[in-house]
């Protein structure tokens, strides 16, 4: 135990150094430049100085994500700390483990409408699992310790720590380690046997199941689990966009990803499924399309570490409230080897996935075509590589076209679908992961979003790789318009590689952050780019790859309908339409 007199600014890093933080993402200013002072004296802790708050909070996420340790960000109070709040509610709606430290003004100047005062803790309370306002330089070690408890136990998520100007000013004894007490929290992680033996029961009864796999499976580290579950009972699996890479795309039992744009297969599958085997996912509106539809002849087995995940959208047959890991550990022992009869179960897949392959239309204006280009990439950089991708069309193709082998190498948005996510949650990747190939998939929309990032990338040697998918508009939405509103293309092009106009010029813009710039606009320079790119480790790389506007992503159910209505291509007829 430690007794020293601190600052509430130094006990704020020496706290950080003996939770074992390594990396912080952050910008100072004036509420929490006591701090920044004493973090330069660090020999435990990197600080990478970004140029935007919310670059900070994407890259702590991208750390985390790909490492599945904690992300710390840091910014000051008012604007420094508002502009975390988009990280912060991206981090929440994907169960990343984040730790948001903001100064705030003087305790005493709290309710006045001090300059860069803003209530950050009242802001942030819905889209954090906690936030505390720290007054008092004594209550930091104890302060912080529950923040990075909560973070990283049960259902991950973030949690902020707003510390004001006077807290961390003023000398205490700094106390280590401090009593940490929490009452109600107490995460469930050990599931009901008598749960465990209802599910298996329920498993061996079953005709039609579909293991159900979502992004909880990656947060408790339980994709071995998985593998040994699914080798035994032998049902195929489907894997939301969150949980790419929990199961091997190479497996011939993943059948891909369900929803919206998911594969025919495993969109079918869980609509004609008996038993949807639900782990670690929360029956989100992409997945499901109209629910009342969804999967109606299912019995439901529901596995979460968070119990308000439970019934909330669909009626558990059997609810399981632990960690997955755990419960996968215990079911798999219950099963010993027994296993359905699903045989004709089957050949209906398989059938499937004989008639509706994944696959595109190569474009037909002079462009390439988008998935080509990222299914390249993921071919030339292969499976132990990282990729984050931004929001939207390339988002899609990115899930749809790269192999993923194994968890913790796909990082997007998913609940929040935060455009300008990709390059900081690339750069943040990177720093938790130098020795892995790194790409940033982003469109042009995007990219323009946080794109300073490759600035705090050059100056700190951090060679991320980052392949703009340029369509010149906002792909996605300028589907939704092609498809529903007549193709009036209201505000969607942004003149980015498809006019004379070419407003930025991209590889202009990389030469100027310090980056290597490359353009492909022929098909037989793609794989000289990605290549190069590869190559290239003595800085960042920006490949800006001329793509075709129409390319569109299929397969496809629209907004609200039933996912029966899968359509395989435009214009196609639904797949099912009633069919059985």
């Known amino acids: 135990m430690t007794n020293e007199i601190l600052t509430g600014a130094q006990a704020i890093i020496r706290s950080l150094e003996l939770l074992g933080v390594e990396d912080i993402f952050g910008l100072p200013g004036g509420a929490i430049l006591p701090t920044y002072d004493p973090l330069m004296d660090s020999k435990k802790i990197r600080h990478i100085l970004v140029r935007h708050e919310q670059g900070a909070g994407h890259a702590a996420e991208g750390y985390a994500s790909a490492s599945g340790k904690l992300g710390v960000c840091i910014a000051t109070s008012g604007p420094g700390a508002t502009n975390l709040v988009t990280a912060i509610a991206d981090a929440h709606m994907d169960s990343v483990p984040l730790l948001a430290i903001t100064g705030q003004v003087g305790s005493k100047l709290i309710g006045t409408d001090a300059f860069q005062e803003a209530d950050i803790v009242g802001i942030t309370m819905p889209i954090t699992k906690h936030s505390f306002l720290v007054t008092r330089a004594e209550e930091i070690p104890e302060t912080l310790a529950a923040a990075v408890l909560i973070a990283t136990t049960g259902r991950p998520g973030p949690v902020l720590v707003d510390v004001t100007k006077d807290a961390q000013n003023t000398p205490v004894p700094f106390i280590w380690p401090p009593k940490v007490d929490l009452p109600g929290y107490k995460p469930v992680t050990k599931p009901h046997g008598k749960q465990i033996q209802a599910a298996a ?107 308000a995940e439970i019934g909330k959208i669909r009626f558990a047959d059997v609810p399981i409230v632990g960690d997955a890991k755990e419960v996968l550990g215990e079911l798999n022992a219950e099963l010993k080897g027994r296993k359905p009869e699903i045989a004709e179960w ?76 990709s390059v900081p949650a690339a750069m943040g990747a990177k720093v938790s992961q130098p020795d892995r190939l790194v790409w940033a998939i982003d469109g042009d929309g995007c990219f323009q979003m946080t794109n300073q990032e490759l600035a705090t990338c050059a100056i700190n040697n951090i060679p991320i790789k980052v392949a703009i998918i340029n369509n010149s508009s906002l792909g996605m939405v300028r589907q939704w318009q092609t498809l529903f509103y007549n193709k009036r293309y209201s505000n ?89």
């Open 346 to 421: 089957w050949s209906f897949l398989n059938g499937l996935k004989e008639r509706y392959p994944l696959g595109y239309t190569a474009a037909d204006d002079g462009k390439l075509s988008p998935q080509h280009v990222i299914e390249r990439i993921g071919a030339l950089s292969g499976p132990e590589a990282v990729y984050a991708a931004g929001v939207g069309q390339h988002q899609m193709w990115s899930a749809q076209f790269i192999k993923y082998e194994r968890p913790n190498s796909w990082l997007n948005s998913g609940g929040a679908g935060t455009m300008g996510y």
């Open 492 to 580: 969607t092009d942004l003149h980015t590689g498809t006019d004379a106009l070419m407003i930025p010029d991209f590889v202009k813009l990389a030469e100027a952050y310090g980056c290597l710039g490359i353009r492909v606009e022929k098909e037989e320079d793609i794989d000289k780019a990605i290549k190069l790119a590869i190559e290239t480790n003595d800085r960042p790389v920006v490949i800006d790859f001329i793509v075709s506007r129409d390319s569109m992503v299929w397969p496809m159910v629209a907004a609200g309908v039933s996912n029966d209505e899968v359509q395989y291509a435009r214009d196609a007829a639904p797949i099912w339409d009633g069919e059985e």
């Open 201 to 307: 029961e329920m498993i061996l009864d079953s005709k039609r199941p579909v293991l159900y796999v979502g992004g909880g499976i990656i947060r408790a580290r339980a994709n071995a689990e998985l593998a040994e579950l699914a080798k035994i009972i032998g049902a195929p699996v489907v894997t939301t966009l969150m949980a790419r890479g929990a199961f091997p795309d190479s497996n011939p039992q993943n059948l891909g990803m369900p929803g919206m744009h998911g594969t025919v297969p495993a969109v079918t599958a869980l609509q004609k499924s008996d038993l949807l085997i639900t782990l670690g996912a929360r029956f989100d509106d992409r997945v499901t399309g109209d629910v009342k539809s969804f999967a109606v002849g299912a019995k439901v087995i529901h596995v979460d570490i968070d119990p």
